[in-house]
């Protein structure tokens, strides 16, 4: 049922555009994806976040598509996994990742992934973080404000390598590997991660290349030039609206 709601709110979509004269004033372009942002099954929560996150331009970045097989890298609350599984339908599949430790620090993540769980078209896994346990011949790895996280120090030294390299197994050649995290200053490398949950974007396209990826693309729809870096995430002065980066990388082909 849910799925025969989204194919009809797609058929509406185009139908409205096809015929029937509109205001120029209220006139809005369907995006491919307003059927999956519209999934009865995201919670008005997550409906009520797409704006500010750009997430239909987020899914357009990662290349998101109907039957893909899908990473979700540590889904904390699970906000993406909802709105993967509506992108890809019935004939996609979804990996949510939540590690170990992020569950047992706090039961709310316990309660994401079991949530998400639920969802016809999602796996859950729980794996330790330095050994996540992706399915292979993935289309895209995705992970949202959290690759800084392997840079805690409790994760201990080389926890991004192993999981860069995970990732790199686990998915097809011409996979991408999607990263969306918080600016730090430029030349401060990693050396935020544990004091302002940030990250110098010139780290991560090394350490990421270093796997064998070859950077795609990026994008700063993320941007926010009045974010001076320096503030941690969850300063309420700042949370919400730090200024973040979009990185594209892809498995080559040969």
């Known amino acids: 049922m849910r799925r025969s709601l989204i194919l009809a709110a797609s058929i509406a979509v185009l139908a409205a555009g096809i015929g029937g004269a509109v205001s120029a004033q209220t006139a809005q372009t369907p995006t491919p994806y307003a059927a999956a942002l519209a999934d009865p099954a995201r919670p008005a929560e997550d409906r009520a976040r797409d704006a500010a996150r750009h997430t239909a331009e987020t899914l357009a970045f990662a290349q998101v598509a109907p039957g893909q097989k899908i990473a979700d890298m540590i889904i904390g609350g699970g906000y993406f996994t909802r709105v993967f599984s509506a992108a ?59 690759y800084h996280d392997l840079h805690l120090t409790p994760f201990g030294p080389g926890t991004a390598t192993r999981v860069n390299a995970a990732a790199f197994a686990a998915l097809k050649p011409g996979g991408l590997y999607v990263i969306v995290d918080h600016h730090a200053a430029a030349g401060t490398a990693i050396t935020q991660a544990n004091t302002l949950h940030r990250i110098d974007i010139e780290s991560v396209k090394a350490e990421v290349q270093a796997a064998g990826f070859v950077l795609d693309g990026e994008s700063d729809i993320l941007a926010n030039t009045t974010d001076p870096l320096t503030a941690n995430v969850f300063d309420e002065a700042i949370r919400g609206k730090t200024s973040q980066f979009m990185l594209r990388f892809r498995k080559p082909r040969s």
């Open 88 to 146: 890809v339908g019935p004939t996609g599949r979804v990996t949510a990742w939540q590690p170990a430790e992020f569950i047992g620090f706090s039961a709310d993540y316990g309660t994401s992934i079991t949530k998400v769980d639920e969802l016809a078209n999602v796996d859950a896994i729980r794996s330790p973080i330095g050994a996540p346990e992706f399915p292979a011949g993935l289309d895209l790895i995705f992970t949202a404000q959290n």
